[in-house]
């Protein structure tokens, strides 16, 4: 193996960017024996030079411009934490690619919109373009799905990949307090943006399922594929009537090969209590893979923050180090297939509470729309009446997703019906 | 990359070498599409050639000698499944390797002993050395190990990493059944060997912890400094106090890289019964990885079986056809240390249980005895009398394991204990 450093220059200096300046100044030496040659930091791009940022960055070279960083002559490896899925992100990816050298990035949502486009791009010069940082953070996911159970096709992959919404989930069980007084927390602490709908609304976790699946399956990435819904609506109701039923619910992401394409979903779902994904508190991610040799395998850890994040980051750029060249998507991107969708193709079990009238032969009305509609009651249990409602929660046996809205549809057009009716899906984990 | 297939010869065609046939014929376009290149078998090598695997030999020559095998001109891979330290498994790796030949094996009591003299002899002869599938089966954890937590200072390495003793451990707690039973139970359904002493007594699984730290630390595999201890002893009081305390049992491998040298130990814990490791049930094995930029990573998944292991080793082959070549241990040979041994030099709560007579002073007595050797009580329980005997359970604060094995010698000693007294380490998780 060539004894020349690789040469990196590091676009983005936040949090992430910071954390691997730190790993190559305290652990140079080491990366060297582990990687066999040098890794150095060349040049360093990011929006305010005269930032403290905590680290001695005199020895590196500055360019105010990404795509200028890009370009150097002295950097063979773009390391992309800027975010954002165009602009200088994107800018800086295509300029670095183009000219042959590699790229590691963060960047769910840059790879989410354009990763066929790069990834073509990348094979195409022979570069190579890596992105386990973008995935559950410091948890080697991505290089477990496409090296270490590459023998396997995969059957699915699901994950817990939003530390803020599990955060918000985990607090509203373990406080007794609502979803608006956990998020206006989650913000002063400083875990949930200011504007939470990235977070919150499953975007964010939806970037990183799109990705997950698509090495998973051999097809190119679709986001707009994904069926997305965020933890909004989850009531403390719902949390608790869960967990009293043996569940919990997860911010939970399912992408599966079904027999009429593929199907991605970033929903709330329940999940056993008693579960690995059930038992995930806080801002803890993990990501479930299922293939067909090796069975279940589980994988936990930090999805977020300085040090997991860069400690991705450095994987990836030690891996390009030791001259390791594979597909970005674990197959080549020119034979992924564009999968049809197929939304909710999968029929599972549900979970609904219903907020009804106490009035005579309700139940009876509840479970005739129910059975017209195709689904059938497997527990019921009711509580006791808050004043004139009376909550009722439901678990049925599988059934479709449409067949599930229909009949919310018709329960919630009720007379008896006081509150729009909540339907969960409960994922076989 | 070349196109020219990569020809394997696999030694062995037990449970785990039918698992690979199998993944070779069923994924065969899979595999090339994802690693750049064919994967072919050219020839196998078993004690009996007529038996019927209930797979399809034929298209494959055929040796009695592994050795043979090894050294054969279509063979560019050994992939051996023999198992046994000495013996055929290792003239097979030695003949391999010599030849300049790669040699992915799953054989942990070979590595175990003889890793850093076949690290050595692969790295000479530029061939790779692979074994993943030596560690907790299917779980990729070699992989996460010494690739994707590269760029972490590792600060501790801990697993539940063989089945069998998982398996008695929750089923004497699901069925209150003792280990005898429980054992014999194993033995029956094929979990446990007929000589257990490998299993249960904790040998098989500090293979594993060795080879573990020798990568995470960078230090010369030694075997000989795990302190190992079974799982023989655990009674079914034991268990059922643990719980009672909010701790479970298993037979947990740890290994610290300590100012004193390497600490590795493979001997029954206690964990807190709602950390991932302590919620483990049955055959799952679970490895934790600790790094000082990720901070704590847990991988769960099955550590044994066919697919599993096939699995396994299959990742090894397609990263050798990939043109992967990293150091065996992660490190280069010639670089690992030989740390000194620091048996048990970090300090834990312990976990005792006394059986003591029923007399006016006995707990005056333990206590004191307890403070003379240093050991300070955290929490006491006593439970209800069984005749004569009363049970009482000790929570230490952090001791040493010298000061307390002085404490148990001495209450051992005494009139008043009516049974040998058990001290359990509680590790932190």
Not at 87 to 98: D, F, Q, R, T
Not at 139 to 147: M, Q, R, S, W
Not at 239 to 261: F, H, N, S, W
Request: proline share 4%; aromatic share 4%; with cysteine.
């Amino acid at each position: 193996m060539s004894n020349t450093p690789l040469r990196l220059g590091l676009a983005g200096l936040g949090t992430v960017g910071v954390g691997v300046v730190k790993i190559l100044q305290r652990h140079g030496a080491m990366l060297e024996a582990r990687c066999g040659r040098p890794v150095r930091i060349s040049a360093v791009s990011a929006r305010s030079r005269a930032r403290d940022r905590g680290v001695d960055l005199s020895a590196y070279a500055w360019e105010d411009d990404p795509v200028a960083l890009a370009r150097r002559e002295d950097v063979d490896v773009l390391v992309e934490m800027i975010g954002g899925e165009d602009g200088p992100a994107k800018a800086a990816a295509v300029a670095a690619l183009s000219a042959g050298k590699h790229v590691v990035t963060a960047n769910k949502a840059m790879l989410a919109r354009h990763g066929q486009e790069l990834a073509e791009l990348a094979e195409a010069a022979g570069a190579a373009l890596r992105f386990e940082a973008a995935v559950a953070g410091g948890i080697p996911v991505v290089k477990a799905l496409t090296e270490g159970l590459a023998a396997n096709r995969v059957e699915r992959v699901m994950g817990v990949m939003n530390g803020t919404c599990n955060y918000i989930l985990t607090q509203m069980e373990r406080t007794g307090a609502d979803y608006a007084e956990v998020l206006a927390e989650a913000q002063r602490l400083g875990y949930a943006e200011a504007d939470p709908a990235f977070d919150v609304g499953g975007v964010d976790a939806a970037h990183k399922l799109a990705l997950l699946a698509a090495a998973a399956f051999g097809t190119r990435v679709d986001f707009e594929g994904v069926a997305i819904e965020g933890i909004e609506r989850i009531s403390l109701a719902d949390i608790r009537a869960a967990r009293d039923m043996g569940y919990r619910i997860k911010l939970l992401g399912v992408a599966r090969m079904t027999e009429d394409g593929l199907e991605q979903r970033m929903t709330p779902c329940l999940v056993p209590a008693a579960s690995a994904l059930g038992q995930l508190d806080g801002v803890t991610n993990a990501v479930v893979l299922e293939g067909d040799f090796v069975g279940q395998t589980v994988f936990e850890g930090p999805g977020a923050g300085e040090g997991p994040t860069a400690s991705a980051i450095m994987a990836d750029v030690m891996d390009i180090a030791a001259g390791v060249r594979r597909p970005v998507f674990g197959a080549p991107a020119a034979r992924l297939t564009a999968a049809p969708r197929a939304m909710d193709a999968t029929p599972a079990a549900f979970y609904l509470r219903l907020t009804l009238a106490d009035a005579p032969g309700v139940l009876a009305k509840i479970a005739f729309a129910l059975g017209e509609e195709g689904v059938s009651i497997h527990r019921m249990r009711q509580y006791d009446h808050e004043g004139a409602a009376a909550p009722v929660l439901i678990v049925t046996h599988p059934a479709r997703r449409v067949d599930i809205d229909a009949a919310m549809g018709r329960i919630g057009a009720m007379d008896e019906s006081l509150a729009t009716p909540v339907a969960l899906r409960i994922e076989k984990v």
